[in-house]
């Protein structure tokens, strides 16, 4: 081969590899511009302490019984120096006791540090009106639900379908009302007390937050503590509910009460994802997309799902049923 040939395939090659580092190069950069983007608008980035900011937190859907993740977000809101208010949007029917009252907690923990104010968009019944009660003030759309104050346990009885198939379950406890109810028999009259019992306690705890919280006489609370959810404009006349509307009126709340500064951006911070220390489950689904197997990926994060969403304890949990 020529040497004007071999030169000039090598000068080509020179500027493939140029080309190539260049693209890269780019797409890196174009990577970092979004990521920038996406920590100022979630109020995580440097460019969020530049000016002063509303932080809003959204609760949504079930609420179950790890809330570590959304402890840890209301800790970082409540460390931010750009956050002036806290805007906390429910949307919620409630859940297990023991996730609602662990938002209720970190919401006072973050109401020491900040001004904050509980906007119900759709529904904060039960667990869900739990974690509102953490705010200083609820502010509620007109056809919202709110209440639903009440503690429910359920498990089922699958004992008559057993016997009817001929399937019998033996098992060795160390007393009677241990692992009660059991599914596969009829819940004696003692362990039903028993559960019975924990509802009650439970229940009581409910009353007495809301009682304390919203400044409610015993009467005002009797009227209120009967399991039913009202509209928001019910709610302000029953005292569960200071005022109705949307997030301005939120927000107005804490310019004219709380002296935060007006017009304020409002920022969304989300709780930091189990990419930021990545599970053993969303990795091997990650690694299956990775590999074309598509459907190995999706069954892997089904799993993850149903592993999340895994009840345990009581619930405080809004459920509509319809009679046919």
Aim: proline share 4%; glycine share 12%.
């Amino acid at each position: 081969m020529p040497s004007s040939e071999a030169d000039l395939i090598a000068d080509r090659r020179r500027l493939r590899r140029k080309l190539s580092f260049w693209r890269v190069l780019a797409v890196l950069a174009a990577i970092g511009a979004v990521a920038t983007l996406g920590l100022v608008a979630t109020g995580r980035g440097p460019g969020a302490a530049v000016t002063g900011q509303i932080a809003r937190v959204e609760i949504d859907g079930f609420i179950g019984s790890d809330q570590q993740r959304m402890a840890d977000l209301f800790k970082r809101v409540g460390e931010s120096g750009s956050v002036q208010g806290v805007i906390v949007s429910i949307d919620s029917p409630g859940g297990t006791t023991t996730g609602a009252e662990e938002l209720y907690r970190s919401l006072r923990r973050l109401a020491e540090k900040k001004p904050v104010v509980a906007f119900v968009e759709g529904t904060a019944a039960s667990g869900g009106y739990i974690a509102a009660l953490g705010a200083e003030r609820i502010v509620a759309r007109e056809t919202a639900l709110v209440g639903s104050i009440g503690v429910l346990f359920q498990y089922p009885d699958v004992s008559a379908l057993l016997q009817r198939f001929g399937v019998k379950v033996e098992e060795i406890k160390s007393s009677p009302l241990k692992a009660a109810p059991s599914p596969f028999e009829p819940t004696s009259p003692e362990a039903r007390e028993a559960l019975a019992s924990v509802v009650r306690d439970t229940f009581e705890w409910f009353k007495g937050l809301v009682g304390e919280r919203r400044s409610l006489t015993p009467e005002g609370l009797a009227a209120v503590a009967d399991g039913r959810v009202h509209s928001g404009r019910q709610a302000v006349a029953l005292k569960l509910v200071d005022e109705v509307g949307g997030e301005r009126e939120a927000q107005g709340w804490l310019e004219r009460e709380r002296k935060v500064a007006k017009d304020l951006p409002i920022r969304t911070w989300k709780p930091r994802r189990d990419g930021d220390g990545i599970g053993l489950l969303s990795a091997a689904a990650f690694g299956a997309d990775l590999m074309g197997l598509e459907r190995v990926g999706t069954a892997l994060r089904r799993v993850e799902v149903a592993e999340r969403l895994r009840l345990d304890g009581l619930l405080a949990l809004w459920q509509p049923v319809v009679e046919k």
